[in-house]
């Protein structure tokens, strides 16, 4: 099935391929009874932290006593059950995703939460989606090779606040829902997403002034601390950049008229996200953590935040995807490892149809760049489990037990499977693997 899918896509032009995601987007809303009509539905795009955005605001409405409906690369979550994404793909096909809001409007759903990826918006996967807000957190180069440059790339994104205000408002439990864009008013590229037209535009920062500007913050190891307006909040998430996070979700909550009280409790319980920025504790004598960070500006904000720990020394276990996906950013992958790590270990990832190897010895070329040396402080293993092994095993070889160790293993975070050639997909959990690894006698 998956060749005959390449065949047409590699043989069919390319308006006829357009065309065809173009009908399946309306048919499959069509067959699902349009539930993103009786629904207030909010998409969420940007390079970074979409996923962590959508759990944000669906808890938020969930803690308001709201049923909720939320798709996102992490995981799923319908009306108070939750599960991981098994579907390797950050949104769903025309069909799937229709079929997932119809079960959330039966099942009572109020909301809606959709990661509104660029390249489903690419397939028109959003078209048949009526959203009543956009949220908008970051941009940076990815999926250059998919969209062909950067400014594609970045109009991919765009296209899902043109079609916001495409569609009729809604009126709701006797209510007209407003058409909204939430907008990271820091990025440099805020104000092409803020020039879409809009019933209302919010914005959040962290440095400039916005209606929702992040003032003394405070972070540490263990809480992140900030105040927006007079209100201060506190949540588990590290890092800068999940005051980020937090900001965007705050400004979709307020917006939709959440009580305060209720947003500072759900900020307050959120423990994190599966497979981002996880620590693994099976009893070992050091760190572990597993996190996504599959491109380099996610690494970079990973090691920024790693910074409050101080840690001694950091093994970096790492890949990169193959498929022809942003080739460009392997040796980069590398550099940043061999920049911030101690040890740098390379290994398999989703190589897809492409030479694993080839993969790996690209990221690894971009560590020797740095100084890393090969069977020294850098490794090339192509079995992602006997990557995993070595550095536990360096980790446990440490001459100072008293040393602060972490064992970071990045690329693919919480995902269920290693995508490889013809389609196939082995299953695999990072953190499983790891729990395996640690407490096998």
């Not at 069909?95 to 119809?102: A, I, N």
Request: hydrophobic share 40%.
């Amino acid at each position: 099935m998956n060749s005959f899918k390449s065949l047409i896509k590699k043989f069919a032009p390319s308006f006829l391929i357009e065309w065809y995601h173009f009908i399946l987007s309306y048919l499959g809303a069509f067959w699902y009874g349009n539930p993103s009509e009786k629904m207030v539905v909010i998409g969420v795009t940007g390079t970074n932290g979409k996923s962590t955005v959508v759990s944000l605001i669906g808890n938020i409405l969930k803690a308001a006593g709201q049923k909720v409906v939320w798709m996102s690369t992490a995981n799923f979550h319908l009306a108070g059950k939750e599960w991981l994404n098994d579907q390797k793909m950050t949104m769903l096909g025309r069909f799937k995703t229709q079929k997932l809001l119809q079960d959330g409007v039966r099942s009572g759903c109020k909301y809606a939460v959709i990661e509104t990826s660029s390249e489903g918006i690419k397939q028109y996967r959003h078209l048949g989606i009526n959203y009543d807000a956009a949220v908008f957190t970051n941009l940076t180069p990815e999926h250059l090779e998919a969209h062909g440059s950067f400014e594609n790339y970045k109009k991919a994104k765009g296209k899902l606040f043109q079609h916001l205000t495409k569609r009729p408002r809604k009126k709701i439990d006797n209510q007209v829902i407003k058409k909204t864009s939430v907008v990271n008013a820091d990025d440099q590229y805020a104000d092409y997403f803020l020039n879409f037209p809009a019933d209302q535009k919010i914005t959040y920062s962290v440095d400039r002034p916005s209606d929702f500007q992040a003032v003394d913050i405070e972070l540490s190891p263990e809480k992140s601390n900030f105040k927006t307006g007079n209100q201060p909040y506190q949540t588990n998430l590290l890092g800068k950049v999940n005051i980020y996070n937090c900001l965007a979700a705050i400004s979709v909550a307020r917006t939709l008229d959440m009580p305060n009280e209720i947003i500072l409790k759900a900020l307050a319980q959120f423990l994190g996200m599966p497979g981002r920025f996880e620590f693994i504790d099976e009893g070992q004598d050091f760190q572990l953590m597993v996190d996504y960070a599959p491109e380099p500006e996610s690494m970079r904000k990973l090691y920024e935040t790693l910074q409050l720990f101080k840690f001694n020394k950091i093994i970096h276990v790492l890949g990169s995807t193959g498929g022809g996906r942003d080739k460009a950013r392997r040796p980069i992958l590398g550099q940043l490892a061999a920049e911030n790590a101690d040890v740098v270990i390379i290994t398999n990832e989703d190589p897809y149809d492409e030479n694993p190897q080839t993969i790996i010895d690209e990221v690894a070329q971009g560590a020797e760049d740095k100084g890393k040396v090969l069977n020294q402080n850098l490794f090339k293993i192509l079995d992602r489990r006997e990557a995993i092994k070595k550095a536990l095993s360096l980790a446990k070889e440490s001459e100072d037990a008293h040393l602060r160790f972490l064992v970071l293993i990045t690329g693919k975070g919480c995902e269920q499977f290693i995508c490889v050639a013809n389609g196939k997909k082995i299953p695999w959990d990072d953190r499983k693997v790891v729990r395996e690894l640690i407490t096998k006698k």
